[in-house]
Nanobody
């Protein structure tokens, strides 16, 4: 069993910054990919950014140049630095872990955190 716990959301003014963190815990040996997704009210959940254990990253076009994803493999933690925030970034942000190799030798897929609210408003 793997648990993901997000933190760092909140209310920020347009142009401001926030840093989200997501720590994975449980019977984990390694995690292939970790990422952030977001869901605004009435909309589907969309990819924000992902990062592999080797450091390869992928970003949604809407956040390129403003958001930076990083991870600490030793801590099984992924971060999302969000700069130049816009009102349209307002959403619940969810952490995802995929390709989790457990200490029992199983590979498990598609774990989600509970979500953290980010609101960008003046």
């Amino acid at each position: 069993q793997v648990q993901l716990v997000e933190s760092g959301g909140g209310l920020v003014q347009p142009g401001g910054s926030l840093r989200l963190s997501c720590a994975a815990s449980g019977s984990i040996f390694s995690i292939d990919a970790m990422g952030w997704y977001r869901q605004a009210p009435g909309k589907q959940r969309d990819l924000v950014a992902t990062i592999t254990s080797g450091g390869s990253t992928n970003y949604a076009d809407s956040v390129k140049g403003r958001f930076t994803i990083s991870r600490d493999n030793a801590k099984n933690t992924v971060y999302l630095q969000m700069d130049s925030l816009k009102p349209e970034d307002t959403a619940v942000y969810y952490c995802n872990a995929d390709g989790v190799l457990t200490i029992m030798g199983r590979v498990e897929y598609d774990y989600w955190g509970q979500g953290t609210q980010v609101t960008v408003s003046s």
